[in-house]
Nanobody, 126 residues
Framework: QVQLVESGGGLVQAGDSLRLSCVASGRTFSDFGMGWFRQRPGKGREFVAFINWIHNTDYANSVKGRFTISRDNAKSTLYLQMNSLHAEDTAMYYC????????????????????WGQGTQVTVAS
């Protein structure tokens, strides 16, 4: 059974940085793509970034140039470095693991993932 545990959220000021972490267990981490999604107040869950098993990445336009997704396979940990935070980045952030092993395509849709963490709250004060 896959377990994903996020951490690193908090309350920051606009322009600040945060780094989110997600520790995975239950599968061979290096074989699977990983993603970050977020749910802003009153909105549905939306794609933020993904990194596949060969470390290809992609980002939502709203975070491109400010956020960086990375992974440490030796630690089974996914990261999201968030810089120049805006008030609009306020959301619950979720990490997710892809349903398919060794998938090299895009992982920007929720259906590509079958395991989700509980989320970590990021609040950016303007």
């Amino acid at each position: 059974q896959v377990q994903l545990v996020e951490s690193g959220g908090g309350l920051v000021q606009a322009g600040d940085s945060l780094r989110l972490s997600c520790v995975a267990s239950g599968r061979t981490f290096s074989d699977f793509g990983m993603g970050w999604f977020r749910q802003r107040p009153g909105k549905g869950r939306e794609f933020v970034a993904f990194i596949n098993w060969i470390h290809n990445t992609d980002y939502a336009n709203s975070v491109k140039g400010r956020f960086t997704i990375s992974r440490d396979n030796a630690k089974s940990t996914l990261y999201l470095q968030m810089n120049s935070l805006h008030a609009e980045d306020t959301a619950m952030y979720y990490c997710a693991m892809s349903r398919s092993r060794y998938f090299s395509g895009s992982l920007s849709r929720e259906y590509a993932f079958d395991s989700w963490g509980q989320g970590t709250q990021v609040t950016v004060a303007s």
